[in-house]
């Protein structure tokens, strides 16, 4: 059965074989704008996580700069009040890369921030393969933050295991991140961490430009809406379900309502966040025909292990 990326992936290229002009290469300028500060003592932290690893590389980024001495605050992007950013002295935000981009409950929050003028601005996105375009959706995120004013001082993407669910789990891309984040995907994170706080001190932005990709004008396609044509059913089982609104907690468009068992399939993102943080398996997805299962259950069958890395032990925020 040919898997749900795969699906994807051929409509998408189809299209843009079909009916896309190859865009132009976006290039940002070098950035002149003075930082609010050189010497940061108030840190933000904003994620967008659905299976995890996007908060656990922003926890550990928050653990090495309270190492620093920095007062960092490590916040969901979903729960946070955007009239506080003006107050923090460095901002970073985290996301997955999904349909090859940032999702877009994510551009549409930092779009509609407000000024940060000066403050020192940073991105780093979790994704699950080579091929996700994400040096492309690091440079989206940098461009929406520099729009409010921020200074940018810093991307990266660290790579994970894959959370996108299939039929199967069983490809060779999820074979071969099956042992990550590993003590190098940490190191990653810490050298990112370091580099970022070198940029403020030295008052270097950093420049970035972005790629044209076959990836890249994939993203400009409804993706969203070709992946939910091939989903035959998406509901909640009422015999398992115990109503604990994990699935409500972290949909970002308030799409599943579980004591209806309703999904309003018009607002959903197919982010899958419903499927891969349901305790008790009641998220039904059918898949042409085939019903998917989540991420937890995926490890369970797999015995598979997440690394912690060791800071999250004795760090505490």
Not at 5 to 13: G, H, M, Y
Request: aromatic letters at 8%.
């Amino acid at each position: 059965m040919e898997t749900r990326r795969n699906f994807i992936k051929k409509s998408a290229i189809l299209c843009a074989a079909l009916s896309l002009p190859i865009p132009a290469t976006a290039a940002a300028k070098p950035v002149y704008r003075k930082m609010k500060t050189r010497n940061p003592k108030r840190a933000l932290i904003l994620c967008y996580s659905q299976s995890g690893f996007t908060s656990r590389y922003g926890k550990l980024i928050a653990c090495i700069l309270k190492d620093r001495g920095l007062k960092v605050d490590l916040a969901d992007m979903r729960s946070f009040d955007k009239k506080y950013l003006p107050d923090y002295d460095l901002i970073l935000v985290g996301s997955p890369v999904f349909y090859y981009d940032i999702p877009s409950n994510v551009s549409d929050w930092l779009a509609s921030m407000p000024k940060v003028t000066g403050i020192p601005v940073a991105a780093f996105v979790s994704f699950g393969g080579p091929e996700g375009n994400q040096h492309n959706a690091l440079c989206h995120t940098l461009r929406l933050l520099t729009d409010t004013e921020g200074v940018p001082v810093g991307m990266h993407a660290f790579r994970s295991i894959p959370s996108y669910p299939t039929p199967d789990w069983d490809s060779d891309n999820q074979r071969s991140g099956e042992h990550l984040p590993d003590e190098a995907t940490y190191g990653s994170v810490r050298a990112f961490a370091g580099k970022v706080l070198e940029n403020i001190h030295e008052g270097q932005p950093i420049v970035y430009t972005s790629g044209i990709t076959l990836r890249e004008m994939a993203r400009m396609l409804p993706l969203v809406w070709l992946n939910k044509k091939a989903v035959n059913k998406h509901t909640v089982d009422a015999s398992k379900c115990i109503l604990c609104h994990t699935c409500v907690k972290t949909c970002p468009v308030a799409a599943i309502h579980p004591e209806k068992q309703f999904v309003n399939r018009d607002t959903c993102l197919a982010c899958f966040g419903c499927l891969n943080n349901c305790p008790a398996d009641a998220v039904v997805i059918e898949y042409r025909g085939k019903r998917l299962y989540g991420f937890p259950e995926y490890l369970r069958r797999r015995k598979l292990t997440i690394l912690e890395p060791p800071e999250f032990k004795s760090c505490s925020l």
